[in-house]
């Protein structure tokens, strides 16, 4: 019993965890997706409003624009619970800024 319980738990793991992609395909997700957000969705959003967060799957070309990440990504992945999904801002191409401890701005 206490076997199967293990094995259960396994392979409900298993079938939820995905490996993260590699670089490569890092790469061409992010120029599908820097395509989708250019031809389809830059137009459709609203361009004064530039820290919004875009979720993009990069599978289907399907959005969501929401001020909080989180919110975003949970409707869009109620829709495409396997798809591919990109973050960006409204106004820039990367969702976050790192900066290093040392980092003065001028």
Do not use: A, L
């Given at each position: 019993m206490l076997n199967l319980a293990y094995?259960?738990?396994?392979?409900?793991?298993?079938q939820t965890t995905r490996q993260p992609p590699d670089e490569a395909t890092s790469r061409m997700m992010q120029q599908k997706a820097e395509e989708l957000f250019e031809q389809t969705i830059r137009h459709k959003v609203d361009q004064s409003?530039?820290?919004d967060f875009v979720l993009i799957d990069v599978i289907s070309g399907d959005f969501e624009v929401d001020e909080r990440e989180i919110e975003a990504c949970e409707r869009l992945r109620s829709r495409h619970p396997d798809g591919l999904l990109w973050c960006?801002?409204?106004?820039?191409?990367?969702?976050?800024k790192i900066r290093s401890?040392?980092?003065k701005p001028a």
């Open positions: 094995q259960v738990r396994q392979m409900k793991h298993q409003r530039p820290n960006r801002k409204v106004g820039s191409p990367y969702s976050r401890p040392r980092y």
